[in-house]
Every structure is written in structure tokens, then in C-alpha cells.
């Protein structure tokens, strides 16, 4: 049942227009931040008390991964209620006052919200299933007959996300086999018809209500496949199952999911306090990916082409520079991100030989990793844009790689093909302390096991320790705050550098960045900031470690 509360005012300060434009956003995923009530699983009261820690970390707004009611069958990526808050997360009151606390601490809120399907327990969709063929429901969804003599096979030649036929038939209310429903993802997860004007309906109310919790924004789930091409067209080849594409496919960035983004915005723009929406939209280019955050549309979209490249010069200049070239004609900011809680982690994947995806199975060279996403991260920061970063990579965590498959819940891992269903490793629970059942998660152990090692990598351990992981980050947030030349922009000015090198000049400001395996010499182009690892200034010339930034005040 949808819970109520009473709407909150909106009490954030919100002096400073776009803040969102060279924002720092940090992602929570909620299970496996911090556990309030010692079950195992982390939930919102335990994200309320860690906020002080993200303040200081130096962060400027939290987004929350979903915490709906749900079934759990896509860890709450299957919303049977976007009004109300799953048990085992808290109540509604939890949220409201999480969002509350924030707020005080100049933090702002950014919850997920899962628009391209329900729960299979979403009351529209039990109900369409109950009412059988007919039902006025079912028009809310996509239900289709099946091919065949008998209908036995599925309406096209669509295929989930998550591996087999993007199609589950149904049985009629008389026991007879019915017709089929489209899920791009879980069979859990049936996709909702954007052409019927209810769907379009109850998620303007759905975003007003939140608003009206007084969160600041939304991030917008697979935001590029809630229109499907007319008449759900066979594609027919295979290769459907990538997200990253190269071309468009007819369930994924059809042109008219603006015209849904543009009523969005006209929702948003109505509130104080400059609230956003950010598009998670897989497309084929950049280009493309510029067309959600047109001044009308979205205000920002994740870079997903700049995660997946590889830690190499060449490539990363060429991401750069065609990121900021699609952002600037419309005006919003490239944003640029490194992980989050579906691939693995950057300290892992960049421990390992380039190619191989970012659901990454072997552990790799650990010092190796780190080094490099140390490295990697400094560079992201000091790009013109917002950054978002994934909670425990400040810790530098590595992806859980040995996981015993007993203990694995991601649903992808239990089908055929798909994705490799191996994100439980970036999933596993961070540590707070050195020590306790779950290094200070919770009480109560942890849903997923943690390494032995984890409590030398806990916040308490690396507190205080001017060569940690946690105490670089918290040095690059708060220069990155203070120098004027950082932050917002939409350019980067290239320098001269030896191959394998990068360096940019921003306004009193210069990023040197050694991708390469050896050490570099390079000119001293002013002060040194900020360093990912030990650097030796001789005169007018440095010598640049491997895979190593260095940040200078010029």
C-alpha cells in the first residue's frame, strides 16, 4: 500500500543557480552502504547516519539507488509501488527525514526513478493478468499474441537484457496458455507501453509527489528505452544484448522518448531550487546521447563511452574531446564517471589488460589497479563538468571477484546469456571500521560476504593517513572547490606532452596525466597541488611516475 506524508518545504539554499553543472554527486547504493537496524541489509536509516561522513568527504548531493517497495527480484530495479518505501529499507518517514538531514548538512537528494517497467507485482500489472485478455489494463503494457500455429512463439525476436527471449507468455484466468509480454530485462520486470496516456499520467504524478518530499532530483533509469519502434519490429540478427551499441535498436533511443523528457522538464522547472533529472541512456554516440540534455529535455546523462575506455592517452583525449564537442552545442555539462553498481569497479577492471569489458571476472594486478584508478580518478576531477562517483571508491575498493556462486543474487548470473551476472562483486558492503562482524556496516553481519581484507581498507583505517586512498579523494574535493578554474566549463586547453601523456590547461590550472607504464619527464608548469602518487620536481623539469596525475596552480 502507497504511503503518505505530509509535503515538506524545500529548505536546501538554493543561492546558487546550477549547482548541478560542476557537481560532485556520489551514488549509495542502499543495501550495501550502511545497516541501521543490524538485519544485514543496509537501509535508509543507516544512509542517514553516515551523512556527515559524505559531507566531509566533500560531496555536493547523494543519489540513492532504488529503494521502493518491491519484490527484490532486480535489487528494487522492479518497482511494485514508486510511492512507497520497501520494509526492509524503512518507512517513508525514514526518507523524509534522510531528505531533511541533508538538506541541513548542504547536501542534496537525488533518488532513482524506474519509468521503462514495473514489478510484475505492480497492481496494474496483476490485475492485467487477472482480468485476463481484454483487460483495459493490459493496453498498459506490452501484450501481444504469439506466432505460430498455436501462439507458442514469442511475438518478435527480441532479447532481454538479461539473456533468452525478451518475451514471457502468459496463462488466462481459464488455465489456457495466453499471450506473451515484453520485458527488456527480468521476466519480474514486464515494460510499460509509454504510447497509452496512464503511463504518461501517473509518472508526472509520481515525480510531483517526490518533489514534494523535497528531493532535488532524479535519475532516470534506462531512460532510453521507454519508446519502442511502431509495431515492435523484428530486428532480426543477433547481438541485440549489449547496451553500448553501435547502432539504434528498436527498443532503445527512439526519438520519441523526448518528447516524455520535455514534459518532464516544464515539472521540474516549476519547483525552486534548481531540481534535475539525469538520463542513464546507452547510445550508439555521444551525439546522440546530447540529445536528452537539450535546454528543453534532462539536464545531464551519464558518459557511459568515457567509462568504458581504456587507460590509455590516446583514447581518453579522443572521449574528451568528443564529450565536451556533443555537450557544448546544447549547453549542459559533460559528466564523467569511472563506476557504479553495475560494472566493475575501475580499481579492478584497470588492474586488467584493456578489452575486456567492464564486467571484469579476475581480480588482476591489485597495486596495479590501484595505481591507475588513483590516477584516473584525479584526471576525471579536474574535467570541465560534474563527476560522479560510486560509493567505496574513495576506498579504494576492488571488485569481490570470488564470490562462491551459492551467495550470488544478480538476477543475470542465474540465465543462459545476457549480461555476464557478475555485479554482486561491486555490490558487496563497504567497510567503516577495522574491525566487527561487517567492519561497521551494521550489527548484524552483511547480505554479501566481505573479504578478510576489507578492514584494512575501512574508512577508520585510511582516516588520518596522508597516502590513503580516502584522504586523496577528501585533498581533490576540496582543492577541486577551491580553485576557481575547476568545476564548471565545457573546454580543456591540450598542452605538449610525450606519447602515453596527457596534459590540459584550465584557468590557473594544469593536469598532467602518465598513462604509460615508465616514468616521464615533463616541464614544471607551476606549484604542485595534488599528486596520486610521489612525484620528484628537479628545477624547471619533473618527473612524471607511471600512472600517476599530478594536478599544478599555474
Known sequence: MTQHLAA???TLDSTRPGWWRDAVIYQVYPRSFADGNGDGMGDLD??????????????????????????QADAGYDVADYRAIDPMFGTLLDADALIRDAHEL???????????????????????????PGSALRDRYHFRPGKGANGELPPNDWESIFGGPAWTR????????GDWYLHLFAPEQPDFNWDHPAVADEFRSILRFWLDMGVDGFRVDVAHGLVKAEGLPDIGGGDQLKLLGNNVMPFFDQDGV????????KILDEYPGDRIAVAEAWTPTVERTANYVRPDELHQAFNFQYLGTAWDAAELRSVIDLS???????????TWVLSNHDVTRHATRFANPPGLGTQIRDAGDRELGLRRARAATLLMLALPGSAYLYQGEELGLPDVTDLPDEVRQDPSF??????????????????WTVEGSSYGFGSGGS????????????????TGDPDSTLELYRSALAVRREQPGLGEGDAVTWLEAPEGVLAFRREGFVCTVNTTGKPATLPVYGRPLLASSGVVVDGDRTELPADTTVWWAV
Not at 547516519?49 to 518491491?70: E, H, I, N, Q, T
Not at 547536501?107 to 519509468?115: E, S, T, Y
Open 8 to 10: 515538506p518545504t524545500h
Open 46 to 71: 543507516g544512509v542517514r547516519s553516515r551523512l556527515p561522513y559524505l559531507k566531509g568527504l566533500g560531496v555536493d548531493a547523494v543519489w540513492l539507488s532504488p529503494f521502493y517497495a518491491s519484490p
Open 106 to 132: 548542504g547536501l542534496r537528494i537525488i533518488v532513482d526513478l524506474v519509468p521503462n517497467h514495473s514489478s510484475d507485482q505492480h497492481e496494474w500489472f496483476k490485475r492485467a493478468l487477472t482480468e485476463g
Open 170 to 177: 502468459t496463462q488466462n484466468p481459464d488455465g489456457t496458455p
Open 258 to 265: 523526448h518528447e516524455i523528457y520535455r514534459a518532464w522538464r
Open 324 to 334: 565536451l564537442a556533443a555537450m557544448r552545442p546544447v549547453g549542459a555539462p559533460a
Open 414 to 431: 542465474f540465465r543462459a546469456a545476457g549480461q555476464d551476472g557478475f555485479r554482486d562483486g561491486c555490490r558487496v558492503p563497504i567497510p
Open 447 to 462: 547480505w554479501l560476504p566481505q573479504p578478510d581484507t576489507w578492514g584494512g581498507l575501512s574508512v577508520e583505517a585510511q
